[in-house]
T-cell receptor, first 110, second 115 residues
Framework: DAKTTQPTSMDCAEGRAANLPCNHS???????VYWYRQIHSQGPQYIIH???NNETNEMASLIITEDRKSSTLILPHATLRDTAVYYC???????????FGAGTTVTVRA | DTGVSQDPRHKITKRGQNVTFRCDPI?????LYWYRQTLGQGPEFLTY????????KSRLLSDRFSAERPKGSFSTLEIQRTEQGDSAMYLC?????????????FGQGTRLTVV
């Protein structure tokens, strides 16, 4: 019972911005949007999360639409090391579990 | 490196054998989680500890699985009478005390192959 929908895969060019979409049309008012990524043979790594405002940190920016039904993760200058599976997760603030879907496999090409 | 540590990184076992994995969370984190990940899928939640108390177990955690966190520090996950379907990556994560909307830090996982 997936709460998010992401494209299966996408390519992007090294040095360019990578824009990763996520649909979460059934999101509730108290649910946050989280992004994690998983580089091959490693555990998932936290990237960013937000409730309704756009967020930015040293890794990425998160843009959440005003109706909160979708969001975009932006990697501003993709590098080869950003090649990974990216997971968009909707999570209630008082829920400690993370429910991962299949994610988007992002391949950064030189 | 003070991240989440898992041991072993790889384990090959024969069907029917018992295996035990260890997780050392980040030292000041009181929350600890186990997840399982099969090929091509995202991680699936197995169980959650707050300090030494196991507060939730997924239906994925059959009777052959048991997890402990005896002193609220490291945790072990044991699988008895392993089956081929148990082959997966077992991931441990920890997060700090306080607000629940905090990030979880994952270890590199233990890859189990049951032959």
């Amino acid at each position: 019972d997936a709460k998010t929908t992401q494209p299966t895969s996408m390519d992007c060019a090294e040095g360019r911005a990578a824009n990763l979409p996520c649909n979460h049309s059934t999101i509730s008012g108290n649910e946050y949007v989280y992004w994690y990524r998983q580089i091959h043979s490693q555990g998932p790594q936290y990237i960013i999360h937000g409730l309704k405002n756009n967020e930015t940190n040293e890794m990425a920016s998160l843009i959440i639409t005003e109706d909160r039904k979708s969001s975009t993760l932006i990697l501003p200058h993709a590098t080869l090391r950003d090649t990974a599976v990216y997971y968009c997760i909707v999570r209630v603030s008082n829920d400690y579990k993370l429910s991962f879907g299949a994610g988007t496999t992002v391949t950064v090409r030189a | 490196d003070t991240g989440v540590s898992q041991d072993p990184r790889h384990k090959i076992t024969k069907r029917g054998q018992n295996v035990t994995f260890r997780c050392d969370p980040i030292s000041e984190h009181n929350r600890l989680y186990w997840y399982r990940q099969t090929l091509g899928q995202g991680p699936e939640f197995l169980t959650y500890f707050q300090n030494e108390a196991q507060l939730e177990k997924s239906r994925l955690l059959s009777d052959r699985f048991s997890a402990e966190r005896p002193k609220g520090s490291f945790s072990t996950l044991e699988i008895q009478r392993t089956e081929q379907g148990d082959s997966a990556m077992y991931l441990c994560a920890s997060s700090p005390q306080g607000a629940l909307d905090t990030e979880a830090f994952f270890g590199q996982g233990t890859r189990l192959t049951v032959v």
